[in-house]
């Protein structure tokens, strides 16, 4: 599962992000096509803002407050002296940055609660304890795993929005995991799957990456959806 984001492992801090993710992200979100420098060391440096643009407090800043940004990044590499406090408001960024990402995160939980309880009142939907939202679209024949199970299979992962974060089907590759080693949302839900079965899979971000998400491509508080199929279980030894 290494580079894939169900891995447990993408539930911690990412303080470092692959080159390779980052390329992911800005080839998964559809945009405006901008006009890009034409050299391919102007593209290099340009790339270094569009990297910005992913991480707070930029991601959070209006078109004026980026260019006071640019103002700012400007004057300092002139060496020109702008006479403030480096302690005093590098804690007022960080506490804008918590500020703005704060409210972020508050609309995020908002929209998807609203989206589980769409997709909850879906035909065959069935919610457990835990908020995960199953919903069966093939019944298997095969056996359920037990989460000590190691598991096939192909899944297709969305946000509520309908962006692709990462999908194996788009990849034309099935991966293969141990069930305890990846997001509760999938050990719970993959492990009510017989083999040869699909299901859709809505996870609360209670039981997938939390207020802290996994950047650059899952916001924090994101309600995702899986669209799973369990191609074969390898039983524990």
């Known amino acids: 599962m290494n580079g894939h984001f169900l891995s447990k492992a993408f539930r911690r801090p990412l303080a470092i992000l692959t080159v390779g993710l980052w390329l992911t992200a800005f080839c998964a979100v559809p945009a405006s096509l901008a006009k890009v420098p034409e050299s391919d060391d102007d593209k290099t440096v340009y790339f270094i803002g569009i990297i910005l643009s992913k ?7 209006t078109a004026d407050e980026v260019a006071i940004v640019a103002e700012g990044l400007k004057d300092s590499l002139a060496g020109e002296d702008s006479g ?11 506490a804008l940055a918590e500020s703005r990402m704060g409210q972020l995160l508050t609309k ?29 679209e093939e019944e ?18 969305t946000l509520r929005d309908g962006t692709v974060f990462d999908s194996s089907l788009d990849r034309g590759e099935p991966v293969e995991f141990g069930l305890n080693r990846v997001i509760p949302c999938w050990t719970e839900g993959v492990g009510k799957m017989k ?34 199929e369990l191609i074969e279980v390898q039983p524990a030894p």
């Open 55 to 61: 991480q707070p407090p930029f991601s959070t800043l």
């Open 195 to 228: 083999a040869g079965g699909k299901a859709t899979l809505i996870c609360p971000p209670e039981i997938a990456y939390g207020d802290r998400g996994a950047a650059p491509m899952i916001p924090g508080g994101a309600t995702l959806k899986f669209v799973v």
């Open 140 to 157: 298997g024949s095969g056996v359920s795993p037990s989460p000590t199970d190691t598991v096939k299979v192909h899944y297709h992962g």
């Open 84 to 94: 403030l406090d480096p302690a005093e408001y590098g804690a007022k960024v960080q």
């Open 108 to 136: 995020e939980k908002t929209l998807g609660i609203q989206y589980q309880e769409t997709m909850a009142a879906e035909s065959g939907a069935t919610k457990t304890p835990s908020g995960l939202i199953l919903i069966e």
